[in-house]
């Protein structure tokens, strides 16, 4: 069973349908009825959810608008999934919700998941979601790029090889190619960012900073700016602590607290407390002795010459002049210093990269000459094996002249890779422009298959490929319209028994007259009209046992009574089942 399943679809005033629900399944099922009872109604309805053109002439008469619900099983994270979900959409119960409005002035709405979305939306999942091959409607493999990517498939590891190497290779090529375009065009703006680095460090490099240099010349200049006053103040509190020289009567610290010891000394024998507190007075002394000494010779060693101080704000302007440019303070200029220097390297180092980017470029681009080469010639092979197997299924397929080939060729490009001797274009997916031909007859010249068949041919030539391409191609569900025309007797039988191998890998929809063809369903609906000419709920509707019989009696007598067309229905039931 595949993964995603059209589930069903509701068709609302829309041609000869009133109000319709068309209930599909995982594998082959064919709607079948009258001529002019609206099956090719289920084509169109699916043509407008998968984002095609909007034909207000579609709209049943006296009604305002046609509307079309399709809800379509799809597995969580698959491509369709993702891009629905970035336009908003929702899933409902593991299902995408796919709706089409259309007015009869022309007016055309799409919702996806319960989101207003683009009509251009439904276009891009339909690649992803169902394949149409009918008359007027072509999707899917008609396209040069799916027949690429199938064929592809289709040739398995033989292309598979080579195409990754490609792949790797073309990725390579782009990012070495980008890297130096960067370099080459933005020379001159390189060479200016060159300039100004040197320039800076050249800056630095003759003031010479040291790392933590402004904080100390700071502290240095606010101590060369106070120096008088902070020599008085040493010498007071150097004169209140050890004494004045020049008044021998004074009282210092020093002097009371030798007083206070001698006094405990005398006494400190009777107390071991108060010992205590004339050692601690001992260590005040020593400590004021200490201190003293070291106001002294910070007195003494104070330097107040203007010059030094001169000397200092100097500095520390060229100090600040970095700071200005190249950090807030010195080790920020030093960090700064440090980074541009790199940079300076790498950005004078140019040239040199350039030439090795430039010689990766040529070999890379010499690697790529041979991959091209390599997938061309297992795509070709792969489309020799290809056109064979299509063109024997058409014989069976009542076109026993048909001849399909592959036309794999290249374009001219001075900028491309250099194949065989020739520059040619490429892209992610190698060189190769590849596109399906069809001589529908012994000497018709080879023609694009939308080009070389009449509408039911086309549809017996997609059915060939589609059965060729199964369980290659991504498309779960395919939906054919006519794809019986112009055929009958044994030809129908094998389109019926085409249809049915398909239906093993994808889900089948066919619009078929043919009782041959619909013999080999999985399931069978039937489309008919009321008495007023319209298709109501009630219209399309699941046949099973004896209807079916009548409706494949009624397919190929026109007499769903006639006991010889029953006899005949049944056989057709029975050689479907058995060949299944």
Same mark, same amino acid.
């Given at each position: 069973?595949? &993964? ?27 709607? @079948? ?5 609206? %099956? ?70 799409? =919702? ?8 251009? $939306? ?10 149409? =091959? ?5 999707? &899917? $493999? ?22 990754? %190497? ?17 370099? @080459? ?38 101590? $060369?700016?106070?120096?008088?006053? $902070? ?6 509190? =150097? ?73 200092? !704000? ?10 200005? %440019? ?93 194949? &065989? ?35 039911? !041919? ?18 779960? @569900? ?50 008919? %009209? ?15 046992? !004896? #209807? ?30 058995? #060949?299944?």
């Amino acid at each position: 069973m595949v &993964g995603v399943v059209l589930e069903e679809m509701r068709i609302r005033s829309l041609g000869v349908i009133d109000d319709a629900v068309v209930e599909l399944s995982p594998g082959f099922t064919a709607v @079948t009825g009258e001529t002019g009872a609206g %099956k090719t109604m289920v084509v169109t309805s699916l043509g407008l959810l998968l984002g095609g053109r909007a034909d207000p002439a579609l709209v049943r008469i006296g009604a305002g608008k046609a509307v079309v619900e399709g809800r379509v099983a799809v597995p969580a994270g698959t491509a369709a999934v993702v891009r629905a979900e970035e336009a908003g959409a929702e899933l409902d119960d593991g299902a995408l919700l796919i709706s089409r409005t259309v007015s009869a002035e022309g007016r055309s709405r799409a =919702h996806l998941g319960g989101r207003s979305v683009p009509v251009g $939306l439904l276009g891009e999942l339909a690649d992803d979601l169902v394949a149409v =091959h009918g008359q007027t409607d072509q999707q &899917g $493999l008609l396209k040069l790029n799916r027949q690429r990517q199938a064929l592809d498939r289709y040739a398995g590891d033989a292309v598979a090889g080579p195409l990754a %190497k490609y792949a790797e290779a073309y990725r390579r090529l782009r990012a070495v190619s980008a890297e130096l375009e960067e370099i @080459t065009t933005r020379a001159r703006e390189r060479a200016q960012e060159a300039d100004m680095l040197r320039y800076g460090l050249d800056e630095i490099g003759a003031v010479e900073p040291r790392a933590g240099e402004d904080g100390e010349l700071a502290e240095e200049a606010e101590r $060369l700016g106070h120096a008088e006053a $902070l020599s008085s103040a040493a010498t007071a509190a =150097h004169a209140a602590l050890a004494g004045n020289p020049e008044d021998p009567e004074g009282i210092d610290a020093a002097t009371l607290v030798a007083g206070a010891q001698r006094a405990l000394e005398a006494v400190r024998a009777h107390d071991p407390a108060l010992a205590a507190l004339a050692d601690r007075i001992g260590e005040i002394g020593i400590l004021l002795g200490d201190v003293a000494g070291e106001l002294a010779g910070y007195a003494d060693d104070l330097d107040a010459d203007p010059l030094r101080l001169s000397a200092v !704000e100097e500095r520390r302007s060229a100090l600040t002049a970095l700071t200005r %440019k190249y950090g807030e303070d010195v080790n920020a200029v030093l960090a700064w210093a440090e980074q541009s220097a790199a940079r300076l390297t790498e950005l004078d180092g140019d040239d040199e990269r350039i030439g090795e980017l430039t010689a990766e470029r040529d070999a890379l681009r010499t690697e790529l000459g041979g991959l091209t080469q390599a997938l061309t010639d297992a795509r070709t092979e792969a489309a020799e094996r290809f056109a064979a197997a299509v063109t024997a299924e058409l014989a069976s397929l009542a076109m026993p002249h048909a001849r399909v080939s592959f036309a794999i060729r290249q374009t001219e490009d001075p900028e491309g890779v250099e194949v &065989g001797g020739r520059a040619v274009a490429y892209g992610p997916s190698g060189a190769d422009e590849v596109e399906l031909l069809l001589a529908p007859h012994p000497g018709a010249p080879p023609r694009p298959i939308a080009k070389g068949a009449s509408g039911g !041919e086309l549809s017996r030539v997609m059915l060939a490929v589609e059965v060729v391409f199964a369980g290659t191609d991504p498309v779960p @569900t395919y939906l054919f319209d006519e794809v019986d025309a112009g055929v009958g007797g044994k030809a129908a039988v094998e389109i019926g028994r085409r249809l049915a191998r398909l239906a093993k890998t994808a889900q089948v929809v066919v619009v078929t007259h043919l009782p041959q063809v619909a013999a080999f369903a999985d399931r069978q609906l039937l489309v008919e %009209k009321t008495d007023d000419g319209s298709v109501t709920r009630s219209g399309v509707k699941v046949l099973e046992g !004896e #209807d079916r019989i009548r409706e494949l009696s009624r397919m190929l007598a026109g007499q769903e009574d006639s006991e010889t067309a029953r006899a005949h229905a049944e056989e057709l039931l029975a050689t479907a089942r058995a #060949d299944l």
